[in-house]
Nanobody
């Protein structure tokens, strides 16, 4: 089934930047739709961004639109989340996961579609604080 390893989480000041990596093994990242999610204690996982299998579609949560960018490096079999102008509310554990059964140009981060994702990594902690 494959798995992901997330990395890059750190403590950063508000307004700072951070890039997260999601390295895949056991399958190609361009063979599935990929999603980034985050979770804080006491809350469910929140969809942050996703990319379709084809790479033609990327989506972002309203709260991160214009500040976060998802990219995919097929040669490195890795997906990245580049985060800028970070806010305290961006803090949480960030996870990546795969949606293996969707149309080539489709991905979703809506809460009702979280069930579609599997192969969740162990997560990487992002803390935004001065």
């Amino acid at each position: 089934q494959g798995q992901f390893v997330e990395s890059g989480g750190d403590l950063v000041q508000p307004g700072g930047s951070l890039s997260l990596s999601c390295a895949a093994s056991g399958f190609a990242v361009d063979s599935v739709a990929m999603g980034w999610f985050r979770q804080v204690p006491g809350k469910g996982r929140e969809g942050v961004s996703c990319i379709s299998t084809s790479g033609k579609t990327t989506k972002y949560a309203d709260s991160v639109e214009g500040r976060f960018t998802l990219s995919r490096d097929n040669a490195k079999n890795t997906v990245y989340l580049h985060m800028h102008s970070l806010k305290p509310e961006d803090a949480g554990v960030y996870y990546c996961a795969a949606d293996r059964n969707t149309r080539p140009d489709f991905c979703s981060i809506l809460p009702r579609n979280t069930w579609r994702y599997d192969s969740w990594g162990q997560g990487t902690q992002v803390t935004v604080s001065s």
